[in-house]
């Protein structure tokens, strides 16, 4: 990768310097996990219990327990001592619905009313609870009580809450039976004008454990540390990330979602090896046990709860052109007639960072030198079927030739601080843009003023609006409606929500282009995997963000084909845009006006290799386009983990280099150049597979196998039982899928394809060696594969 410096990445700094603003306390409930003298009150037996409806209401008495430093010898830990302390906890239990219980506790009243703030599109938790009815048991130790699919007991003294299927125990908490301080069960604590509540969970041996958003370390989290403050990544194969999801996904059968926008701490085995705990700095612990028993079940119950991905339009699962940035109107047109005269299917161009009067100076006004007459630009555009998506971001840099700047303080648009004045950074504090102004989504009257800008850019042309940063706001701020500490992780739902509702306003259309995200977020798509470094890490650390968030709620995610920071070698160029374009979503992008994505740029095999591939995307896009609107029902991702088809086969729990594309395809990208190795191996869970390319098929008792790689082919197996449809070449979607024009049919399996694009269905039944095709005029060409003839 070649030298980055500040010209062409803007994050970096250049040069040396301290910074001012270090970090001096722990934050959240980390200040009172690894506090002194902090005194945590735990639920130790229930004294009252009350049911009405689908609710359980728990009155539970707590004791005190100390959190304070002690030794053993040389070693120093902390202790839970206990204390006379007596106190009351507040417990609810409510059947959201027969297989999804929600449970909350707080030292006061639990409260019954949602906050004004944020308005419902921009929650998190925006389901309804069902009538659910209920059978209660009680006994001398316990109360249990019933759904139709899930019972929960409540253990008297000590309290403990276990959930069971039928006879099977799928969940239960965790209490602390020795007197170290490393499992945190139900609690809550109060140090230093702060407040956090604790719970804990147990693990089992063999559990593992998925989610929490878009993850580029690991996919499995048992075990692993979690950095839950959304963040600007910076490189695709670190702990932090843009979107953290407090989501989370068992093996046991069960699904955790925590509803709770403040800083929220996860300890996955890490403090202790047998428990799942986590913590919130709220005074109120609410959240969810959906019980599934399969990962898919569990991912859509968590969908009911906080709102399924609508279908974006066809337009956008064509082919994104970009890079940061173009330079005028003069290059847009030149790639443009590029990739047309190339024969490289594409339907949209990104102006990034550069439109505006300066580079980064988000004043949402167009250069009138080098983008002058947008709309003349984008109806010329659109007469060669391209759509134009334009970048902005969050903030607005202080200056005077900055017209939103100008306006937003006088109006009190922005967030700010004690004084009145938009909030900043300390001065000299080293970094980029420390100094811009926060743009406060929390005022209505803000939101209103900047989606307004919005709909204008819209109506003049643009098609789609690509919503950077979002991710690192500031705590410390003052907001118009909510606290910093509540808003931090939540901001990026509501900035995304209204930016994406002002295209729906204007277009009709479900549509952003976002970088930062949290629970909810998957229902303002598409989201991307941010600023990943020129390297094979970041191309894997990308992969496995795209699994991470499939198991969180987002069925479309996409990243940059090549790499952000940097320049790829035409081989990993190659190599990344052959996964990029079997993603929901397949766009080229990296850093700096001359840092070029375009194909050609990487030599002429480059050009050829990703030619063939983007064509060939497009003639599936009947299949992606049939998988992404079944993806808007089921939850299940475009890009997924093996785990959701095969969560009893063990092998496939932590492969997280390969994945299934929809139901019929298994994916196997290659992630070493082939200095390094010119083999690939892949497991292929039971089942019979046929190789893509060769149309060879493998009865596979769940096996390993390594295969030969050249640079064209990246592996891809379909799985039997499969028809594919096809539709026809073309450079653009023209937001059409168009005609079916083929039907590939695996043979090997019996199956049914209900095939529905919006404007025509069809239904594909194979039997055997019979596959029969009702509802489809005129009928395609059919091709068989895997087994013998086809019989029409």
């Not at 009138?368 to 947008?374: D, G, L, Q, S, T």
């Not at 785990?643 to 994916?667: M, S, T």
Request: proline share 6%; net charge negative; glycine share 8%.
């Amino acid at each position: 990768m070649p030298e980055v410096d500040s010209t062409a990445y803007p994050q970096m700094v250049d040069g040396t310097g301290c910074p001012s603003a270090v970090q001096t306390s722990l934050p959240g409930p980390l200040a009172f996990m690894d506090g002194e003298g902090v005194l945590f009150m735990r639920a130790a037996k229930v004294t009252a219990v009350e049911v009405a409806g689908n609710t359980v209401k728990l009155v539970c008495e707590t004791r005190g327990s100390l959190n304070r430093t002690v030794h053993t010898h040389e070693t120093a830990l902390h202790e839970l001592a206990d204390t006379a302390e007596t106190g009351v906890l507040y417990g609810e239990i409510v059947f959201w619905s027969p297989a999804i219980s929600r449970v909350r506790f707080s030292t006061e009243p639990l409260p019954q009313e949602e906050p004004a703030f944020p308005p419902r599109e921009a929650r998190m938790l925006v389901g309804e609870p069902r009538d659910v009815p209920l059978q209660i048991e009680e006994t001398a130790e316990a109360y249990t009580v019933s759904s139709s699919v899930v019972s929960v007991r409540i253990q008297r003294e000590p309290f403990h809450l276990q959930a069971f299927a039928g006879e099977k125990l799928f969940w239960e908490q965790r209490r602390n039976e020795l007197f170290t301080a490393d499992i945190f069960d139900t609690a809550v604590a109060n140090h230093a004008g702060r407040t956090a509540a604790f719970e804990s969970f147990a693990l089992a041996p063999q559990e593992e454990i998925f989610g929490l958003g878009e993850r580029f370390d690991h996919v499995t989290r048992r075990g692993k540390a979690v950095d839950f403050w959304n963040k600007d990544a910076i490189g695709t194969s670190n702990t932090r990330t843009y979107i953290n999801v407090p989501f989370l996904l068992s093996t046991r059968g069960y699904g955790l979602f925590v509803n709770s926008t403040c800083r929220t701490q996860w300890e996955i085995g890490t403090r202790d090896a047998e428990t799942l705990g986590f913590a919130v700095e709220d005074g109120v612990m609410d959240y969810f046990i959906i019980y599934g028993p399969t990962p898919a079940e569990v991912v859509r119950g968590y969908c009911t709860l906080t709102g399924f991905a609508p279908t974006p339009p066809i337009w956008s699962f064509g082919l994104w052109m970009s890079r940061n940035s173009y330079a005028s109107w003069d290059v847009v047109h030149e790639v443009a007639d590029g990739v047309r005269a190339r024969g490289i299917p594409a339907d949209v161009l990104h102006l990034d960072t550069y439109w505006f009067n300066e580079d980064f100076n988000c004043d949402l006004r167009f250069n009138e030198e080098r983008f002058a007459e947008p709309e003349r630009h984008f109806r010329a555009l659109k007469e060669q079927d391209f759509r134009i998506s334009l970048w902005l971001y969050n903030f607005v840099p202080p200056r005077a030739n900055n017209a939103n700047y100008v306006e937003g303080a006088e109006k009190g648009y922005f967030a700010h601080s004690a004084d009145g004045t938009p909030w900043r950074l300390p001065e000299g504090t080293v970094g980029s843009w420390t100094d811009d102004a926060v743009i406060d989504f929390s005022n209505p009257e803000a939101s209103a003023w900047f989606t307004g800008q919005i709909k204008a850019l819209i109506a003049k042309g643009a098609a789609a609006i690509k919503t950077d940063f979002g991710e690192g706001i500031p705590e410390d701020a003052i907001y118009q409606n909510i606290d910093g500490r509540r808003f931090h992780n939540l901001y990026s739902l509501v900035y995304n929500a209204a930016v994406a509702q002002a295209i729906h306003e204007v277009t009709g259309e479900h549509i952003v282009w976002a970088r930062s995200g949290t629970a909810g977020s998957q229902r303002y798509p598409i989201h991307w995997g941010g600023d990943s470094q020129c390297n094979w890490s970041g191309l894997t650390g990308t992969l496995r963000a795209a699994l991470s968030i499939g198991l969180s709620g987002f069925p479309f995610f996409s990243h940059d084909i090549g790499g952000f920071i940097g320049r790829p070698t035409p081989e990993l160029y190659i190599r990344w845009a052959q996964y990029g374009l079997f993603s929901s979503h397949s766009r080229c992008h990296g850093c700096g006006l001359d840092n070029s994505r375009e194909p050609w740029s990487f030599g002429e095999e480059a050009n050829r290799i990703f030619t063939d591939y983007a064509r060939l995307r497009y003639r599936l896009l009947p299949y992606i386009y049939d998988q992404a609107r079944k993806a808007t029902v089921t939850a299940k991702p475009l890009v997924r983990a093996l785990l959701f088809d095969y969560p009893a086969d063990r092998n496939v729990w932590h492969i997280d280099d390969q994945y299934l594309f929809g139901d019929a395809f298994l994916i196997a990208p290659v992630l070493a150049p082939l200095q390094e190795t010119t083999t690939r191996t892949l497991y292929l869970p039971r089942g019979t597979w046929i190789d893509y390319w060769t149309k060879a098929a493998i009865h596979s008792t769940g096996e390993w196998i390594t295969r030969e790689v050249d640079l064209e082919t990246m592996p891809i197996y379909v799985k039997a039982g499969s028809i594919l449809p096809y539709g026809e070449e073309k450079d653009s979607t023209r937001n059409a899928i168009g005609p079916i024009t083929c039907l590939e049919v695996y043979t090997g399996a019996d199956s049914v394809l209900e095939y529905d694009d919006g404007e025509k269905q069809f239904t594909a039944r194979l039997e055997g060696e019979r596959v029969e095709i009702s509802g489809l005029d005129p009928q395609p060409a059919v091709e068989v594969f895997g087994g013998g003839e086809c019989e029409l």
